[in-house]
């Protein structure tokens, strides 16, 4: 007879393939403006996961800003240093929490749309980057409410990602 742990192995490791443990993930750089956090991995399959984790709540991805890629393409006319390996920002916005925060105050509309930045720069290759712009504004409870959530919201779906 085999010993338990053999058994239960093969069984643990599917487990853990099918539904990975929740990231405890703690943000490396937070400002009243931004959060980020860091992992290492392979870019693209961060990517991947970014995408899904937002299209997986049900929210259309609007644009896709190639920000490495109009860096390099610009480097020339500005004489610069190359900075990013990847660096994308993906828009987007939900129906729902726009509504509340821009109904809570139509000044919140500068909140929209949301943009989460990932990033992988040439001094850390290996090492991606994602986060962003927190909505922390002012007025009254229910605008300050609403924008909790999205910041909530996004993130979320960082950690989401991340936990891929």
């Not at 240093?81 to 920002?89: I, L, S």
Request: aromatic content about 6%.
């Amino acid at each position: 007879m085999k010993p338990l742990t053999q058994l239960c192995t093969p069984l643990i490791l599917a487990c853990l393939t099918l539904c990975p443990p929740a990231l405890a993930l703690e943000p490396d750089h937070v400002t009243p403006h931004m959060r980020l956090y860091s992992v290492e991995g392979d870019f693209q399959l961060y990517r991947d996961a970014l995408e899904i984790a937002i299209t997986g709540r049900g929210i259309v991805i609007n644009n896709v800003a190639h920000i490495a890629d109009m860096l390099q393409r610009t480097r020339d006319a500005v004489e610069g240093e190359p900075v990013y390996r990847h660096a994308q920002a993906l828009e987007f916005c939900s129906a729902v929490h726009s509504r509340r925060m821009m109904e809570a105050d139509p000044r919140n509309i500068v909140y929209c749309p949301y943009v989460i930045v990932l990033y992988e720069t040439v001094h850390e290759p290996g090492v991606i980057h994602m986060g962003y712009r927190r909505p922390a504004g002012g007025g009254d409870d229910a605008s300050r409410e609403c924008l909790e959530r999205v910041e909530s919201l996004l993130d979320g779906i960082v950690r989401e990602a991340l936990a891929f």
